[in-house]
């Protein structure tokens, strides 16, 4: 039996551990420091601007849940949204402040547990969280306080990570989790589109969209990198899109309350 992790544990996890911190030597928090990173996760993550479509928000009061170092949020600050944020972490918390200062927007970004959020029902007509609630303790509890904390008709947009991927097969193989190169992340879960559409069964009109295919990396300078770059990068581009698609890293779900 695994350990069974808390969310002491995920905070300090995190709290050590800024997410693509490998791929820049700059100085944390300074303004060419979040420039590289920002870079770097759109070119990683290339189909995320326009699966979001950050612009079409403006006016809107967005809440982001686990905003990291603010990559995400500063697109909707840019957009002209209404922007909050809860994160499990003083770090995380303090560096997207930072970030959105640079540009010179502000927003309500404070720590917080997503399976306890700190606000109001019906509060808000965006709630989007990437990359985050499978590292929680109890995420059908945190997809619940998603659906509370939105106004009846609010769209949620979440990322889980898929099962049946490519990168969950190589993850396998190599016995690690990939993703976190510095250490295993405490809790890492993965599911199946079916199990996504079970979580999200008190939505309306849920979508789904399986992305993220490999792309050449920065981050790993290993036979994982070589076999990536040379192997997996072109072999997945000649794969015919029926065959490709479900095998995406990331199940984006957009449902409504």
Same mark, same amino acid.
């Given at each position: ?11 300090? %996890?995190?709290? &050590? ?20 990173? &920002?870079?770097?996760?759109? $070119? ?7 699966? =979001?479509?950050? &612009?079409? %928000?403006?006016? +809107? +009061? ?19 949204? $209404? =922007? ?7 770090? /995380?918390?303090?560096? /997207? ?26 509060? *808000? ?6 990359? =985050? ?8 509890? /945190? ?35 990939? &993703? ?9 879960? !993965? ?10 069964? $008190?939505? +309306? ?7 993220? *295919?490999? !792309? ?9 990198? !070589?076999?990536?770059?040379?192997? #997996? ?13 479900? #095998? ?8 409504? !309350?």
């Amino acid at each position: 039996m695994g350990i069974a992790h808390t969310l002491d544990d995920v905070r300090s %996890y995190w709290n &050590e551990y800024v997410n693509d911190i490998e791929v820049t030597e700059l100085p944390v928090g300074s303004p060419e420091f979040f420039a590289s990173l &920002e870079k770097y996760r759109y $070119d990683k993550i290339d189909y995320l601007r326009d699966y =979001v479509g950050f &612009e079409q %928000y403006q006016g +809107k +009061k967005v809440l982001e849940i686990g905003c990291g170092v603010g990559h995400d949020l500063m697109q909707f600050a840019r957009a002209g949204a $209404d =922007v909050s944020a809860r994160d499990l972490t003083d770090n /995380a918390v303090r560096l /997207a402040i930072q970030n959105l200062a640079r540009e010179g927007y502000t927003g309500d970004i404070q720590q917080g547990n997503a399976e306890a959020l700190d606000i109001p029902d019906d509060s *808000f007509d965006v709630v989007y969280s990437h990359g =985050v609630l499978h590292h929680t303790v109890d995420t059908e509890k /945190a997809i619940s306080e998603v659906h509370r904390v939105l106004k009846p008709g609010g769209e949620a947009i979440i990322m889980l990570y898929n099962r049946n991927s490519w990168l969950s097969f190589v993850a396998w193989v190599s016995g690690t989790n990939i &993703e976190h190169a510095k250490k295993d992340a405490p809790i890492v879960r !993965k599911y199946s589109t079916r199990e996504c559409r079970k979580l999200f069964r $008190d939505f +309306k009109n849920v979508r789904i969209h399986v992305d993220r *295919f490999p !792309k050449r990396t920065l981050k790993f300078d290993n036979l994982f990198g !070589k076999l990536n770059n040379y192997l #997996l990068v072109p072999f997945f581009q000649i794969l015919p899109a029926t065959i490709r698609r479900p #095998l995406g890293w990331h199940i984006m779900i957009r449902a409504n !309350k």
